[in-house]
């Protein structure tokens, strides 16, 4: 299957909703709060498509894009150390 895909209409960052845009202020234990974090399991398990012209994401690389927290640096360091 080949995806005919508009470069200038592309937008990366729809991939990472959680990095790119502000997290709701739910309080946990409420209804909001559990149905956003089981939209955000459903993501991590069935894969995510932001709009219906772009290619779908795994779940293993949504996971990846917004979940995981990676450290290039040491917190205060300018460069890598040795």
């Not at 202020?25 to 991590?44: S, V």
């Not at 012209?53 to 690389?61: E, I, R, S």
Request: with cysteine; net charge negative.
């Amino acid at each position: 299957m080949k995806l005919n895909i508009d470069w200038n209409r592309f937008d990366s960052s729809l991939y990472k909703p959680l990095i790119n845009t502000e997290m709701p202020d739910f309080k946990p234990g409420t209804l909001a709060y559990d149905d956003f974090w089981d939209e955000q399991d459903r993501r991590c398990l069935e894969g995510y498509k932001p709009r219906p012209d772009m290619p779908k994401l795994t779940g293993v690389h949504y996971f990846y894009l917004n979940m995981a927290n990676i450290e290039l640096l040491e917190p205060g360091a300018t460069r890598k150390s040795k």
